[in-house]
């Protein structure tokens, strides 16, 4: 598993509240407080595959059989999520 990806999975994880996902920083000690990131259905399964220690690619194909839509298309939005990801400082 990617080193990364492994590190994140300890520090943050995905919780379902309210009808919703939520990314949860585990190490936080509250001041400064880090609100919980709120991800769709698709951006909670992306992060599940990840986190399990899929790779992107193998993320990538599954969710393009599964949602029978074009690899590009799901490649573009896995990049753009895990780009969210690093501006926010879930992934590095």
Do not use: C, H
Request: hydrophobic residues 40%; negative net charge; proline residues 3%.
């Amino acid at each position: 598993m990617d080193k990364t990806v492994q590190s994140v999975q300890k520090r943050f994880q995905l919780r379902k509240a309210a009808g919703a996902y939520w990314l949860l920083d585990m190490e936080q000690t509250g001041i400064p407080y880090r609100r919980p990131i709120q991800l769709n259905e698709a951006a909670a399964e992306i992060w599940t595959m990840l986190s399990d220690g899929k790779s992107k690619e193998e993320a990538t194909a599954e969710i393009a059989g599964k949602y029978e839509v074009p690899t590009e298309s799901v490649r573009q939005d896995m990049d753009d999520f895990i780009e969210q990801l690093k501006q926010q400082g879930v992934m590095l």
